[in-house]
Structure formats: C-alpha cells, structure tokens
C-alpha cells in the first residue's frame, strides 16, 4: 500500500480473527505494482491471511498489532516489503509500544476506533502516536461512521493533532445508510452532505461492512441504493486515493468465493467500479494528466515578471476548449463588430493585435477563423510578445510557416511600452490576449491592456477579446490543503531566485500565499459568489478592488460544487436540498477558492465565454486550476451562522512605473443575531508575505 495512493481503486476486507497455520509467502506472486484493491483482513497471521487475499485479488491485509513481547510466526517469514506495502495495523487503545512496532516494521497506516473529542486524554495520545509515525511516513488512520457526531468527533480530534497531514478518516457506511420507508428521501440527502464534509476531512478509506450487503436475485451481494449513490460519489471525486475496506465474515458464499470467501463483494466493487460514468472521470486521458497535481500547491505563475519555459507554452497549448472558444469569439467580431466598424471589410484592412502572444496559439486560431470566415479580408497581424525566448519561435514561424508569412509580423516589446512606430503607426481593431489567471485579473491582465491603451494604438472601436472578465470565491472545507500550505512554511521564500542558501517561507509568510491548485480532497462549502470586474476598455481607471461577500447557512454545505473545481452537479445538489436546515450542522472552512469567467465576446445575440468557476464550468478545459486562499486558522461555521469573506485587491506603483498587486484576505463568522463566533486575521497586509511584480 503506498501511502497515497496510485490511479486505482484499493478494496479491503477486514474478517475478525482468523486463525490458520503459517504458510511461507510466495514472494513471486506479490508485486509492489498490484495494488488495484485493497483488502483489510484482521488476524495476527499477517502471512497467511496476506497470501490467501492476494491469492484472490485483494491488495492488502489488516493484522492486530502484538499487545506484547510475545512470539509471532509472521514477523520471521514475511520479507519487510510486504510490512511496508501491505499491511495496516490495528490497534484497539493508542499504545506507544504498538506504535513504535509498526515504525520498525514499516507499516504504512495503523487504525484506531473513533474517540470522543471529551476524551482528551485519548486524543493526547493519538496526537503522540501521530507524531511518532510521521516520523516514518506512517498514517494513523480513525475509524468513523457517516454522522453528524462521529465526523465533528473526527474534526476535533484532528485539531487537537495540530491538523497533522497524516491523521485521517476512515469512514464505516454502515447498515444507518440504508434505505427507510417514507424518510428515505431526507436520509439520502443527510448521508450525501455528511459525505461531503468528510471528503474535505482527510478521507482516506471507506468501509463496507458485509453485514450491509443486500442480496440480488441471483444470491450475490449488491449495495442499497443509498449506498451505491454515496459510492459513487466517493468514486467520481476521489476516486484516486481512496481505499476501500471490506469487513467480512462472508455473508454470501455464492459462485467462486475464493479462499477467502469475500470474492463476491470484491467483484461487485470492482463492478461499479469500472462502470462507463465512473471510468470516463478516473481513467480519462485528462484524468491521468491531472493525477501529480491533485492537491499540490504551487506559487502563481507570473508571467509578467517572469519569462516562461517552453514546455509551459506547450502545456497551454494541448487545452482542447480555451482555443476553440477564442476561435469562436474572433471568428464572431469577424462577423459582427468588424463590419459595422469598418464598411466594406474587403476593401478595409483590418488591425489584428495578439499581446502576449507566447509561442502564438493565438495567432493561429485568428488565422483559422478568417479562414473560416469565408469572404476575403484584408488583414494584418501583429504578434506582440516581451520574453525573447518565445520571440525566437513566433518569428520562425513568421519566416518558415507559409499561413504566417506576409500575415504576421512579430513584435518584441512589452504591450505597456509598444512603440506605435514598429506597427506603422496602426491602430488595433482587434485586440487578443490571453493574460487571465486562476483568480481572473491576478496575472495582470488589467494592468497590461491599460498599459497598452497608454501607447495610442487602441482606438474607441477597438474590440477585446476577453472583453471582461469576474473573479469568484467560496469559502473551501479541506484538511489537506490547509497541512500542505504549512508544509509550505519549509520550502524557500523566493523559489524563483533563491537557492538551497535562501530562508524558507515560515508559517506567517506560507499561509498568506495564495496557491494554484488542483483542489481534490475538498469541499466547496456554499455556491461562489463574485468579487469584482475588470472589463477592456475599462470602465473605470482604477485597478484595486473590494468585496464583502456574505455566505448564508447552506443546509447542503455545497454539496453540488464538489471541490470547487469542476462543473457543478445539479442531480446530487437536488438529492441534498431535501437536507432541512435545522439539520444543517457545523462545518469547518480552512481557506477560500477562486475562480474566474470570461466573456471573450458578447454582441450580435451570441456570448462565448470560457469559466473555471463550477457554475458555469467549461468542460475539458484544463488550462487553470483554483486559486486556493488559506486561513491560518480553521474557522468552525455552525449550522445556521453566516461566513462573511472580504478580499481585498490593491496595487501600488511607483515613480519608475514599477509597482506591486496582491490580495488580502478574512473571514468572519456570524450567528442570526449577529454575534461574532470566529474570524480570522487580515492576511497579507501590504503584500508583505505575498505580491505580483509589475
Ligand atoms: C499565459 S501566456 C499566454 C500565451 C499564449 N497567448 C497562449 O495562449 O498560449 C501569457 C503571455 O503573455 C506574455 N506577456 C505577459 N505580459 C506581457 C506584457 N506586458 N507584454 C508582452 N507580453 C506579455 C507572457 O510572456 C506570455 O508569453
């Protein structure tokens, strides 16, 4: 069992205390690589029970942790490769010895019961447990059950562990989940939200009980419909790093049940497993281009004060929406705004500027729609681009492509200082860029095409595409980002220049940073909202921003907006809305979640836009990742308060021209009367921790 997970589902089976003779394992059969289910086996025989389950397709085993010095036959005949692979331990109390065992052995995770967050002297030590085993990578895995209480439980615990990355749920769908007469409905919604909460509550592995398992009418095991809707949900959103745990004895000894008479369950989870809408999320090519980067942080790209690597350019490149949806909008002001402009447009030549043209993705979609257009144009194509680099490919494309030569002419310069005079004087009728981050504006992008209309060559009839642009927010539920944005307090504070010589960030400085991310173990807590604007010609000359955003109680805590990244899944928000909201309990928000819509262009009865934001999400879209904006201190939002975030952006330039833009953040929480219950710090002032050169 590796300790996060690979590309496939990981099943186990947990059978109370078998007892059998050893048998030597058969080293040949066991592969590292085959960890495709998981199965959670409980026995003191970890060699025997582990060569039953592999030998009928289950990953993994669980084995009771010795209580004391006592003689066992599996330590001297299982080589420390399948300790540290395929075992997890049990323990029925924390004890230190049991820990400080599965450390020598390797064992990448060890289970414990749940515990009451009044049992403080419990969670001090699972906190000291936690604290051995990450010493040794080692997870400390507590067993939890899909309630209200046994989640908070869960929560609390895990505050008391200082929010240790390796402390996490494991989550028991018992027989609670099944379906119920008349109140099927409110169960179905209740167990979906509380899913929802645990997702972003280090959701390591689920549990299936076989005592839970309905019988077909073949005699085979099958899950309740409750069950099977919660499975896949589990499936589709992290589907990637979960386990699965079955714990037996076999309630269905029926067609080939193996050694282990679980055979049957394990093939029905392998079932709806590998159903098509399950696979189409886990196995797509997409799927596996995003897998190194779920939940990884990275800082901003800055492509402004930066220059841009190739292999980044050609990353953008392969996104199969963001062009052809620029093609679509050029294609449109082609159609519609050019020819009211200009008259005639075959007799009228026609200014097109790309500014920020990279290595010219979008030289190449204006091109194809005046292909596309049909009806000849007279037309000029200027190609603007500040990093050298990429000058060096737009202009041997300019010389060797035959659609570029004579078309295009490549302009090295920044847009803010374009020198009019290197485009014959011309005036763009058409302006494309592609300057937009994950948070909208926070590349730039207002900056740089207000510079540009500084330089003359922007004229009242000059169309933009974008034409404007919204940044979005919601508040986020994650465990996992939170620890990793304070894993991020180790690595250096200036990655770009700095080397294994400069200071590391700290912890003030790592969590008032904002980081691109693909969000995956968390849970967007209410439906986003909108910040702000920005729109090309501007409407208004200033640049910083406010916004107070108040989120309601939302009994369904976002259930339908996933991770916050992704489209937003009317058919599981419906099943949630029937959750009342004197049901609603408490959720914990660890950080808010950016996003952005762009309309490129909007006349003539048509709107193209591209959006990372779920509501209005643009399929198979890869280009951007959310913008993850964490709280140094969790807030707790009871059910029924209010989660007011305020962002700032704000902008300083100096006397050169040069300057700064960043972004402050809080978030406060308020019951009905208006009692303050939480709120955070204001993060980042002044930029200090965090900025965007100018
Ligand atoms: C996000 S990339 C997009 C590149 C390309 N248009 C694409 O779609 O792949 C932004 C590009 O704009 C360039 N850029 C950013 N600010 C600029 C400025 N002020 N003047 C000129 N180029 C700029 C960057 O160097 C980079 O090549």
Known sequence: MSSDGGGTLVVGLSIPEIQGTLIQADAAFYDDSALTHLLLYTSSDAAFLLQEARADGFDYITCNLPKSLEPRTDVTSLDSRWWRTSIVGRMETPSMQQMEWAQHMNIPAVLLPEVSPRDVDTCQKIASLALVASASNGQVWIQTRLTEDSINAFDSLHRFCDGASNVGMMLTLDNDVRDVGNDAQTLVARQVVLLHKAIGSQLKAICFPTSVFLTNKRGYPALSKTHQ???????????????????????????????TKCVPYLQYIRHLRQRPEIAQILDSPEASLEEPYLDQLQRPLQPLADQLEFQTYETFEKDPVKYLQYQKA??????????TIQG???????????????RGPLVRVALAAIAELGTPLNFHIYAVEKNPSAVIYLESLARYDASWKNAVTVVHSDMRQLDPHKLGNAQADIV????????????????CLDGLIGTGVWKDTTVSIPSSYTAYLAPVSSMKLHSEARAQSFFPAKPTSGGLDSAPMGVQCAMETPYVVRTHAASQTHPEQRCWSFAHPPVKRDKERTCHLVFQPDPT???????????YDPALAAIAQSMSTADAGSIS???????????????????????????????????????YFPLKEPLRVPGGADITCSVWRRTETNSAGSGRVWYEWSARVTDAMGTVLGQTHIHNPNGRSYNVTL
């Not at 075959?346 to 790309?354: A, G, K, L, N």
């Not at 494309?432 to 900056?447: K, T, Y």
């Not at 591209?610 to 879209?621: A, C, E, L």
Request: negative net charge; glycine residues 18%; contains cysteine.
């Open 557 to 567: 805590h976002g259930a339908g907006s996933g991770s916050g990244y992704g489209p």
């Open 589 to 627: 928000v660890h950080g808010l979640v950016g996003s952005f819509e762009a309309i490129l262009y909007s006349g003539g009865g048509e709107e193209i836009t591209i959006s990372t934001r779920p509501k209005s999400f643009s399929v198979g879209m890869f280009s951007w990742f959310p913008l």
């Open 344 to 358: 005639n447009p075959s007799q009228t030549r026609i200014t097109i500027m790309v500014v920020g043209a990279g």
């Open 330 to 339: 050029i294609l449109a002001v082609l159609r519609n705004g050019v020819a």
């Open 432 to 447: 494309i860029s592609e300057l937009l981050g994950s948070f909208g504006d926070n590349e730039l992008c207002p900056e």
């Open 229 to 259: 809707v919660l499975f896949t949900e589990v499936l589709g959103r992290i589907g990637k790093t979960v386990r699965v745990l079955l714990e037996g004895p076999s309630k269905h000894e029926v067609g080939e049940c193996g050694k």
